[in-house]
Every structure is written in C-alpha cells, then in structure tokens.
C-alpha cells in the first residue's frame, strides 16, 4: 500500500504525535509524571462550574439542541454575535459578527492560516510563514502541506536576576523578505511563558502591514479570556491581525473549540474551508461559551479564579525548583504567562532529547527543546539545552517529577567527571 505525497507527509512521525501519544500512555500508566503534555488543569471551582453549567442547560434543553443541529460553517451564529459584543464592549475593537469564525480547536485554524498564506501560489513562487521568535509552539512545525514552510528567527536573551531569563525580538536580523506569506507569533507563547512586549508586538504590526502581510497572534492563553498572563499586556487587533483563541485553557479542551478574529475576507475563506473539510464546526463548545457570556461569567471567571490559580501554582514550582536545582544548574525563562516553564540547562553534557528518553525510562514526561525551534536555518545548541514543563499537577507530583529531574542532570554531570 503506498500514500499520496500528503499521505507521506502526514503520517510520518512528528514531535506533536510523539507529544500526544506521551500524553496518552502516561494518563493510562500508574504513577506516571506527566510533565510534559499541554492540558489544563482540573481547577476544582472551574470543574464544579461546568457541571452546574451543563446540568442545567440539559434542563433547559439547550444541549440537546446543540447535540442535535448543524451550525452554520463559521460556528454558531448567536455565539459570534455575543462574542463580537463583548470583545467591542470589553476592548473597544470596531469587530462584529462577520469577523469570527469557528473552528474545531485552535490546531485545526494555524493548519487552515498557514495554508491560504504560505505554500505554493499560482504564479510559481513559493511563500512562507515567518515566526519572529524562537522557540515557537511544536504543533506549527508539521501543519504545512509544503515541505520547508516555516523560517524563524533567534532570540535575544536577557539574563535577569534569581536566574531567570527572557527572549526577545531580535529586530536586527529579523529578515522579512519577498517569500514571507504571514508573521506568526504566539502571546503568551507555549512552550517559554513568554509575553512579547506592547512595543515588540506594535513593532512587528508595523512591519506586517509595510510589507502588506498579516500578523497572526495565537492568544491560546491570553487577553481576555482565558487570561492565563502575569505581565502587563495590552489585547491588539486590526483588520490586518488575525487573532486565534481557544475555550480549552478555559478548562474545555475536549470542546474542540477555535475562535478566530480577523477581516471578513479571511473569515469568509475560513467558512468556506470549514465547510469543505468538516461541513460546520462542534456545537458544544460554543453552546457553553454563549451561556458563559450571557451570565457575565467569561471574563470574570478568567479574572477571579484561572488566573489566580495558574499564578499560585508557577510560583509554588519554582520553589520546588530551586530546592533541587540552583542556578548554575538551571535557568528558568520568566513565568509570564500560559501553562508551562522552560527551563535552560546551560553546558549540559548531554543532549535534552538523551536527558529525555532517561527522565521516560523513569515515569517522567517532560517535552525536549529541539522541536520548539521550526524553520531555525541554523545550528544553535541552545535548541539541545532547553525542556518544556508543564506546571499544572499538583505539588507533590511535581516535586517526584523535579527529584528525578535534578538526579538524571547530576548523573549526566558526574558522567563528565568520570
């Protein structure tokens, strides 16, 4: 049996499928310490929420309704209506009904965006898709039906106190050339907890509409809802942003549910692909977040109790941290945002992947730094040097996980000695 070239492609084995098969066997494996996949936390308030929520739409018949109808193919239209509303009210963006659309989760939207903008065109030339700030999100690396889709650009690092770091921009050697179909960056960004700054991000719509190329801003988890952001930080948008956002850091993951806020034109191509590819997107998700909306609680919620959460809990983990890891050992970007920490084993003797395969042989799933770099032209051993780590388990879990961690680094350490 042979596949098509897009058969070949797409079931080849990637670092989004190795990360979701981890996921898998460790939520089936006792005693598994899942570090490394990016779902949300069971926040126990937001739990009891949703269970209330749904009882009593059930009541109502208001699942069943969503249960049992298609929606149109940019979503549930009374949905972008309200949600329109709310982000003109909230933010005071000139939006409305005609600039949203749904989409089965937030992967389903970077595969359609990255698609209509990069890749092949009619006239022969090829355009790409340019992330201005590496390490970007793994599942983008392997969304393009074009071979070499993606360029990124290396950071600048600034060391900070109490060792920790932060990337930045680096405008200099940003290159935006004849080839470049979209700018891609994600706020608060998966896998660092980075936040670009106000200015970066106004620098970088700046050069997007000089160059007359959208800027795409994946707010998974940021402004405003679900607010998972500790930094100070102003939500953009214009006819030139395409915005994606997502109900799963909400806690709804399984909703299955992307929002994306853009010019119309892109809204209409969006609704044509969805009807092509999966006739209307799922109605659950956005049946909860109408009735979320229309009780006031989207944005309080967000405000009063997962951002609270996520906040207590980066800081009871790098307390742990530090208990097992000093600084020489480990530096840790600055927690600002989403649901994870990156940490930096600077000189490490060996590779993060190596380090990886031990912390698995373990019962320990972290996410090595190698795949959070797509489109990097060249080698830098910083993409070895670097892991992803969820910080959404509770305490004690974390600290099994982070003692292994600190033992596997000193056995690498003592490996040199040797």
Not at 137 to 161: H, K, M, Q, W
Not at 215 to 233: K, M, R, V, W
Not at 315 to 334: D, G, M, N, S, V
Request: glycine share 8%.
């Amino acid at each position: 049996m042979s596949f098509s070239l897009f058969g070949d492609k797409f079931t080849r084995h990637t670092g989004i499928a190795r990360l979701m098969e981890d996921m898998g066997e460790g939520l089936r494996t006792p005693g598994a310490v899942m570090l490394g996949g990016g779902n949300p936390a069971q926040i126990p308030a937001m739990n009891d929420y949703f269970h209330q929520l749904l009882t009593q739409m059930q009541q109502e018949g208001k699942l069943t309704d969503a249960l049992c109808n298609y929606d149109g193919p940019r979503g549930k239209a009374v949905l972008l209506e309200a949600l329109a509303a709310l982000l003109q009210k909230e933010l005071g963006w000139q939006i409305s009904a005609k600039n949203i659309a749904l989409t089965n989760g937030s992967q389903s939207a970077f595969f359609y965006l990255f698609n209509l903008y990069a890749g092949r065109r009619a006239d022969g030339t090829k355009k790409r898709v340019l992330f201005p700030l590496a390490p970007e999100y793994l599942g983008y690396a392997d969304a393009g039906l074009d071979e070499d889709l993606f360029v990124s650009t290396r950071p600048n690092i600034e060391l900070l106190p109490e060792g920790q770091f932060k990337y930045h921009v680096d405008f200099d050697h940003l290159q935006i050339t004849d080839d470049t179909g979209l700018i891609c960056v994600s706020r608060p960004t998966n896998p660092t907890g980075n936040v670009i700054t106000d200015e970066e991000l106004l620098h970088l719509d700046m050069l997007a509409q000089q160059h007359d190329i959208p800027l795409l801003i994946d707010n998974a988890y940021g402004l405003p809802f679900p607010g998972i952001i500790f930094s100070e930080a102003r939500p953009l948008w214009n006819p030139n942003i395409i915005l994606c956002m997502s109900l799963s850091k909400l806690g709804l993951p399984g909703a299955r549910c992307g929002i994306i806020l853009a010019d119309e034109k892109v809204i209409d191509a969006i609704s044509n692909m969805n009807g092509i590819i999966s006739l209307a997107p799922g109605s659950i998700g956005p049946a909860i977040a109408l009735e979320m909306i229309a009780r006031g609680d989207l944005l309080r919620l967000s405000e009063t109790v997962i951002k609270p959460f996520y906040q207590q809990r980066v800081q009871e983990t790098i307390a742990i941290l530090r208990r097992y890891l000093p600084e020489e050992r480990c530096l840790i970007h600055k927690p600002e945002g989403a649901i994870f920490l990156w940490l930096w084993f600077k000189d490490l003797p060996i590779t993060t992947e190596l380090l990886y395969q031990r912390l698995k042989q373990r019962g320990v799933l972290m996410v090595p730094g190698h795949f959070f770099f797509p489109g990097l032209a060249q080698s830098w051993p910083h993409t070895h040097q670097c892991m992803r780590m969820n910080y959404v388990p509770d305490s004690a879990t974390i600290e099994k996980g982070v003692q292994i961690l600190a033992e596997e680094i000193e056995r690498a350490w003592g490996e040199v000695a040797r």
